[in-house]
């Protein structure tokens, strides 16, 4: 190539410019943030598209998926977790399975995606035990959970023992937590119907209870009302993702064998959990206040203005004129397309 000489007016520009491109370099440096997924893989398919949506943000340098874990019992939830991890460059992405018989335990979609890849039930550590080790692994309070199932898992790390199960990690669950994790931002409850006992709330009412009272970091809680707003169309998904994509593959398959539906359109419940832990400091909601949630036997949620004095605050996720559901359906499409 022929070489190019600039005016020396330029150098100033040039100067600016690689300037910006350092600043651009150092912002870089820092690790994007940690995400452990627990998820109830199987039982509705936005599971699968909230974890197409972390790959994607990790590709893009804005996370790094750490582990994902299962608080459905079904044995097909791993290997269809492990299907998506592998269609997208990251098997070697931890998974851990759930040890309680608790909550339903559908498998219908998830034994399609672990079929794509020959992938067999077996073979995956407890969900408690990999959670305290990766935790013990990480940095201070480096690390954003993300529930977007059951609170079976959650329970019970915050219940477990120093050197549980003989794991040599002398901290206790809660410890553990409070030392290594950031935030919770989690897919559970309803903040705008005190009458309805959301899903993931009434499958393991007294879990959910006890992370809700006692979970020692801050909480972000996306509410059914939030989810439901934010539709993934099937015009757009069939678009974007590739006919072997495991998500696709199980995106159908829910429709056409489980639901039975012919508009295969779907509420965007957990991929908005995982959007606020990925970009929490982001315009894409707006937040409430510090609240508390009382929580019902049936497993209704309802707000209370009195804060808890001795827990770090606990917010739910609103949208506003500024901060729309329709915008973050369109930041949803961006992420779930295929190169």
Request: proline fraction near 8%; aromatic fraction near 8%.
């Amino acid at each position: 190539m022929q070489a190019t000489h600039f005016p020396l007016i330029l150098t100033p520009l040039l100067f600016l410019a690689a300037m910006m491109g350092l600043a651009e370099g150092d912002k870089g440096a820092d690790p994007a943030p940690g995400i452990l997924f627990d998820t109830d893989m199987g039982n509705d398919v936005d599971d699968a598209l909230a974890l197409g949506l972390l790959l994607e943000a990790e590709k893009r340098g804005a996370a790094r998926a750490l582990l994902v874990v299962s608080s459905n019992p079904n044995p097909w939830a791993v290997p269809g977790i492990r299907a998506i991890l592998r269609y997208y460059g990251r098997e070697e992405v931890p998974v851990g399975a759930c040890m309680a018989e608790t909550g339903l335990a559908h498998g219908g979609f998830t034994e399609a995606m672990a079929g794509t890849s020959g992938l067999q039930p077996g073979g995956a550590p407890g969900a408690v035990a990999l959670m305290r080790k990766v935790l013990h692994e990480q940095g201070d309070r480096s690390v954003r959970i993300v529930p977007t199932g059951f609170s079976t898992n959650l329970a019970a790390l915050l219940a477990s023992a120093p050197n549980h199960g003989g794991d040599g990690i002398p901290l206790s669950g809660r410890a553990l937590v409070e030392k290594k994790v950031e935030f919770l931002s989690i897919m559970a409850g309803n903040y705008h119907d005190p009458n309805h006992a959301e899903f993931n709330v009434a499958q393991n009412v007294p879990a959910f209870k006890q992370v809700i009272e006692e979970w020692p970091t801050p909480v972000y809680m996306s509410g059914f009302e939030i989810g439901l707003q934010v539709h993934s169309r099937w015009e757009a998904l069939k678009q974007a993702l590739k006919p072997e994509n495991p998500i696709r593959v199980g995106y159908e398959f829910y429709f056409r064998k489980e639901l039975k539906e012919e508009k295969w359109d779907r509420p965007s419940w957990d991929q908005t959990a995982m959007l606020q832990a990925i970009y929490p400091e982001s315009s894409h909601f707006d937040l409430s206040d510090p609240v508390r949630i009382e929580v019902s036997p049936e497993g209704k949620t309802t707000l209370k203005s009195d804060p808890p004095k001795d827990l770090p605050a606990r917010r739910f996720l609103r949208f506003s004129a500024e901060r729309t559901a329709e915008k973050v359906g369109v930041v949803l499409d961006d992420y779930y397309r295929e190169p």
